[in-house]
Every structure is written in C-alpha cells, then in structure tokens.
C-alpha cells in the first residue's frame, strides 16, 4: 500500500457516516446538512425554459445566466441586498464546473477538491465572505485536515506534506541540504508582507465605480504599510518573486510553479504574486489547515443556492439562454431556447466571455473589446476519471489527497504530466455505499481540446482514445491504491468533449490566463463590467482567472456593483472587521512584534495636531473649525481611541486636541489619505459631522522604547497604552460593527485619569451619547 502520514491520520467528520441533511431544492438525499426551507427552483426537464410550453415573460431585477460559483455568489448576495434575481442555468444540476451528481448511490463531483479557510470565523476568502455575508457560513459542515500525499520524482520522492508545522523544511533537508531549508525558511518570513498586502484590499470592499473611495477608506493606510516591502510585487507574476528571493534550489521553484498551478492554472510566469501570498499565509501558519465540505462540492453550492432561495431569489434549472436582448444600447434581459422573454434591469453572465458573446447581439459590443476579449489565452481543458469501488481491506489512514507529478523538466502544465487524486469519502462517507470509497482523479487543465474536437462520442475511436488518454489517471491513482482496477465498480471517463457538452463551456476550457506575464509590467483590476451598459460578465474568464476564491471574488464585486456603497458597508462590516482580531495586531500596525507596543502622547503639545469641530463641507471646501463649533458631549479628558485596520487616533482633552499615531515616516500623500479615512470613519459611521485639519506632526511624540518614556516623564503629561497582542482577544460590537476594530488593551499608565496602571479596560468611544 501507498505510504500513509505517520501519526496523522485523517480528520473524519464526527457521525458523518449515517448524518442526512437535505437537498431541499432538488428530491433527492444529500449530505449537506441543514434544509432549505422554501423551494424557489424551477425545473426545466425538457430544457427548454418552461418546459415546452408556449413562450412566456417574466421580469427581475437581475437575471444571471449560469450557476456557477461566480453567478450564485453574485445572485445570492444581490438577494441579500432585496433584488429580484433569477438564476437561468442550461444543466439540470446547478454547480458550473462544481456541480455534484449521483450514480449507484455515489456522488461525484466534477470540480475541485481542496478548499481552505471558508468557514473560519475570521475569512479572508471570497468564498467565506460570500457564505458569511448570505448567513449561510455556518450551515456549511466541513472536515478540518493539513495533510496530503505527495508522489514527485526522486529525491523528494513520495512523501506526507503537512500543513502549518516545520515538515516541509525538514523533507528538503533530508533530500538536499541545510540550504534548500534555509531558502524556504527565508522565503516563509519575506513572503509575510506580500501575504499583508493580498489581505489588505479585501474583496468585500471593492466596487467599481467612485464610491470605491469610501468603501475601501479604512483599508488603504494597511495597504500603504505594506509597499515599502511588498510594493514593487504586486503587480508582477510569482517568478519575478522567486528570482528576486535568490530562491535557486531546482525543487523548490518546481514546487513553487507547481503551487501557481494549482491555484491558478496557470505556471508562476503567469501568476499574480498575491495569490501566492494569500496561499503563504493560509498554508503556513501555525494552525493552518484545508477543510472538505462533508457531502463534497455539491454541499457548498447547496449553500449558495439556500442564501439565494431564503431572501427569495430563483433557481431554472434546465434553462438554457440563446440571446441576451439590447435595446437602446443597454441589455435589458435574455431570451431563452423556446422564447421565453426575462427583462431585467441588469443582466450578469457567468458564463466564459468566449460562450457569452455570441449571446450579445453582433455590434452591441465594441469590436475592439470583443477581439481582445476573445483572444483572451485559454487554459487547456480537463480530463476526469470518476470511479467508484470497494474499499474492502483499505487502511483506514488512507489519505484524502494525492498530487502527482511524473517530470519536472516537462513543466507542471505539459500534457499528462500532472494529476490530481481526490478519495473524498475517507472524510465524508456518505459520498460513496457502505464499505466503498469514490474517487476523482483529474488532469488540471492540461488536457488540448484539439485531438477530441469533432469526434463522434458514440464511436469506437472516441472509447479508444479515452481509455488511452486515461491511463495516465489510472496509474496515479494505482499509487494511492496499488490494486484499484481489481475493485472498480463504477467507471466514467470525462474528456474536453464532455466539459464542452455539460458545462457549456467554449471548447470545454479551463478559463482564462496570462494578464500577468513575467517581464511584462501593468496592473490588472478585479473588473466585472463590459462596454455595453447593463452587461457584466463574472466566472474564471476574467481575471484572476480559475479557482473558487477567484470566482466568488468576482460575483461579490458584481453585487456590491449594483446597490449603494451604505449597502456594500454593512456586509463589509461583517466579514471583514472581524478579520482585525484574528490578525497579529501590531502586524496589522505594520510594527515589528515586541511583548507591547507603549505609545506617549503629550496632551499639551497635541492639542494643535488635529484640530476637532463641529463643521461641515460647502461646494467650495471645508470651512474653518472653531473651538465655539466643538461639542464637548462628544469627547471628554478621558479621550477615545479609534483603530481602523492600522490606524489608531487618540482624541485627548476637553477642547478636542487629538494625535494620530502610526509607526514611523508618514508621508504627505499618506497624511492625506489618513485624514480622509478619519473623516470617514468618523462622519460616515458614527453620523458626526467632524472636520480634521492636518498639522505638522512633529509636536508628538512616539516612545516606543520604556526608557525613552522614563527619561521624558519629568516634561510629560503623558496618556500610556501599551498594547499587548495577548490581550486582544475580547472584540466588542456596537455601533453598526465600528467596535469590532477596537481591542481590549491594558492601561499602563493614564495621565489626567484615575485609571490605575496595569487595569485592564475595553475601549470605548469615550464621551458619545448612546
């Protein structure tokens, strides 16, 4: 048998064998855990809309054409949001390239199978926020493992990758040397502020039109934090990254590619560095770990498809879309095969650019955005193998995930170089009958759609070539189970022809590639929306491209494109502020650890620092503050303390001096834009018409060292917080959720207060009326 982890075994769902949830929306079992309540989907056998009958018309405020995971993450949070939507999917099975479906009591699943971090409390995933914000993040059941094969070439050869712990390091030690540990040990600590800057923009807030200003406000001074280190990275594909690093061990950049791959489909010469910093820090963390929805893909479209029906949105299945209707210059809704008409406001496709264009009317796209959206480069396709079979007398450590590379000098996206083997059902039984296990083995989009286009898929010469092209899946599974062709029971081979015909997918791609190309500059936007008005497009077509955080990016920018930024806030609020105490804060502050962070502020010299009234902006500017304007009810001796994601301003003294503080130089530029975020915070959040006026800095002072602060306590009154990153954990909400960016801190020392030294207190916005 294949070499188990040793002393690790899988994670098992707790009484996933037996537990039966429900797929509400379609009559039949499903291991997805809680039910939808009201069935909003619509079937559509013949596949024809309604099915067959005389054509009708219906109207929304959306209709999205395509469930996959972009198109149900735009739909569901657009229901969220009090839309209308209609979803028109031409399968009978929603899903995309995630669908799920049965056979001999097995599921199956056509798409992918490793996930991370979309039930964490604390998500940066698209896919987490998507499911928090729609309330359906903890209806989502998952399996919790770090753990999978690996079956390389020699040296490395076959071996237990772990997640979250020193195992990798110490392989490469044991197969090279002290320096090829060293290189990724190194690599580990400077990929820390590339994985800062991926985070610091999350996708909840971005939008694509002016108001991005305010929704993404309080996130840029992160982002500022992280240029010095990260900045020239941003813009720039991973290899860049690697050569920059002087990573020159052979494996490791091979494994490095391989990652791109996988997350990308496409090498490290065309992925975007910051996908890889988000796979850093989720990987190699010190808790890190993968999750498995128990029932498998099917589960977390299950999910979508409950946030979209529980706010009333509506589900076809078996409906497929032959044109969208333009009138006037604007797409206005889609026709469907038999002539059903659904006018809508807005139309979203989630379907690939190469398959939605020819929906659009000829000349209602501009021909220069249509020719250079159709030579987009396409990923090659897919080849499956999907079986099912007897498990009898297979150890119960066999592992969930197997990756398999057969050379590296062919490159990690030749042909038949690199597979993938998913045996879900050793975390989630019920996915396969009692005693039986079900597998997927999958060439990622290395499969060329050009030997199979045109073959007739009923003739001998199409089975031959199947099983020939599936040999090379049938041997990477043979290393997970050495004797599995003497236990197959269920058998199906899934080739581009099949992606073609069941996804609709133009010749059954993969997505989309190369925005990113190592040596090329430029920057590439998360962007949904096309030339003609009241078209978007979302799916793994556009950039980032392939994978399910990417996708669901895309459907939550959608969304959030089409309601109001004050909307847009209140999901921000929610998935994303709680995401600052699962962070390292001082990380967040873009501060060096230490056991504290002690901050002095002197409130004689700061009073002049901000000056703090009661005003408001006129068409011509602000006009002056004056200290008769201040409320005095808003802040009091004590002072309040705002943290906005890096930020932290104090406001001392009765008449409204205040001292922003950030570790280091500040820049003008980066002055501004502080002083706007403030502005925001304070007058868009807290309803406080509050005008700042920005002054020389120098008047305060930042001892970060306690004997700086012992030497000055003679000529300083001065307020102490030390802010411990232990004493983070208490997060208060109130006030429409700016209190999840306040910490519980420890009081050092308080000048003008009673408070004692060493008091633990939780901040509050001293002085506010409730």
Request: glycine share 10%; net charge negative.
């Amino acid at each position: 048998m294949a070499p188990a982890c040793i002393g690790a075994a899988p994670a098992r769902a707790a009484g996933a064998r037996g537990a039966r949830g429900a797929r509400a929306h379609r009559a039949r079992a499903h291991r997805a855990g809680a039910r939808v309540a009201d069935v909003k989907t619509v079937r559509s056998p013949s596949g024809e809309g309604n099915g067959g009958g005389d054509a009708s018309s219906s109207s929304a405020d959306v209709v999205v054409i395509g469930a996959g995971i972009g198109g149900l993450s735009a739909a569901s949070l657009l229901a969220k949001y009090g839309k209308k939507v209609i979803v028109c999917e031409s399968h009978t099975e929603p899903g995309g390239a995630a669908h799920a479906w049965h056979r001999d009591g097995y599921t199956f699943e056509s798409g992918p199978s490793l996930y991370s971090t979309m039930t964490d409390k604390y998500s940066m995933n698209p896919m987490g926020q998507v499911l928090d914000a729609i309330g359906e993040q903890e209806n989502l059941k998952v399996v919790r493992y770090n753990e999978w094969m690996c079956h390389f070439p020699e040296p490395m050869g076959t071996f237990c990758m772990q997640l979250g712990n020193d195992s990798f390091q110490n392989k490469l030690r044991e197969a090279f040397d002290e320096d090829a540990a060293q290189q990724f040990l190194e690599l580990r600590r400077k990929m820390q502020p590339l994985a800062r800057a991926a985070m610091a923009l999350p996708v909840p807030a971005v939008r694509t039109d002016g108001a991005v200003l305010f929704t993404m406000a309080r996130f840029l001074p992160n982002l500022l934090s992280t240029l010095p280190e990260a900045g020239k990275w941003l813009s720039r594909p991973y290899s860049e990254v690697m050569t920059d690093m002087q990573i020159n061990n052979k494996f490791l950049r091979d494994w490095l590619d391989l990652c791109c791959f996988m997350l990308s489909g496409a090498p490290a010469t065309m992925t975007p560095a910051t996908e890889i910093g988000f796979m850093f820090d989720d990987w190699y963390r010190e808790d890190a770990t993968l999750e498995f929805p128990v029932g498998g893909s099917g589960a977390l479209i299950d999910r979508l498809v409950a946030g979209l029906e529980k706010f009333g949105g509506e589900l076809r299945l078996g409906a497929h879309v032959e044109n969208v209707i333009v009138e006037n210059d604007k797409a206005v809704g889609i026709r469907m095969r038999n002539g059903d008409v659904i006018r809508a406001e807005t139309v979203i496709s989630n379907a690939s650019l190469w398959d939605t264009i020819p929906l659009v009317p000829e000349g209602a796209l501009p021909k220069e955005w249509v020719d250079e959206s159709l030579a987009t480069e396409q990923c090659e396709s897919f080849l499956h193998l999907h079986l099912g079979i007897d498990a009898t007398g297979l150890p119960d450590d066999l592992q969930m995930h197997h990756m398999v590379v057969r050379d590296w000098d062919a490159g990690v996206d030749a042909q038949q170089n690199v597979a993938l083997v998913s045996i879900p059902s050793v975390v989630s039984p019920d996915m396969a009958p009692p005693g039986k296990h079900v597998i997927h083995a999958y060439l990622p989009g290395t499969e060329p759609y050009d030997i199979w286009e045109g073959m007739d898929r009923r003739s001998d010469e199409y089975k031959a070539l199947k099983k020939e092209r599936a040999e090379v899946l049938f041997q990477a599974v043979e290393k997970a189970i050495p004797d599995v062709r003497s236990r197959i029971e269920v058998e199906m081979i899934g080739t581009p022809l099949t992606c073609a015909r069941f996804l609709r997918r133009n010749r059954g791609t993969y997505g989309g590639r190369g925005w990113i190309k190592d040596g090329q500059d430029g920057v590439v936007n998360l962007e949904v929306n096309t030339p003609l008005d009241g078209l978007l497009c979302v799916g793994d077509s556009r950039f980032p491209g392939p994978g399910v955080p990417a996708v669901a990016a895309g459907g939550m920018v959608a969304a959030h494109s089409l309601v109001g930024a004050l909307e847009q806030a209140k999901t921000i609020d929610r998935p994303i502020n709680k995401v600052i105490h699962h962070r390292n804060l001082l990380t967040e502050l873009g501060i060096q650890q230490r056991d504290e962070l002690i901050v002095a502020v002197d409130l004689r010299l700061c009073q002049g620092l901000w000056k703090i009234g009661q005003c408001f902006e006129d068409k011509l500017g602000r006009r002056p503050c004056d200290a008769a304007h201040y409320n005095p009810e808003y802040f009091n001796r004590d002072g309040a303390i705002v943290l906005a994601h890096g930020l932290v301003v104090e406001m001392v003294g009765a008449t409204g001096g205040g001292a922003l503080l950030i570790e280091g130089e500040v820049s003008r530029a980066q002055q501004q834009v502080v002083q706007g975020i403030v502005v925001v915070v304070l007058q868009k959040v807290l309803n406080l018409p509050l005008n700042l006026e920005c002054v020389p800095r120098e008047c305060c002072r930042i001892y970060d060292e306690a004997a700086d602060y012992r030497e000055s306590r003679q000529q300083l009154a001065p307020v102490i917080v030390a802010v411990d990153e232990r004493e983070c954990g208490t997060v208060r909400d109130s006030r429409g959720g700016l209190l999840n960016f306040l910490c519980a801190v420890r009081v050092v020392e308080r000048g003008h207060t009673s408070a004692a030294a060493g008091t633990e207190i939780s901040i509050e916005i001293a002085g506010l009326p409730p």
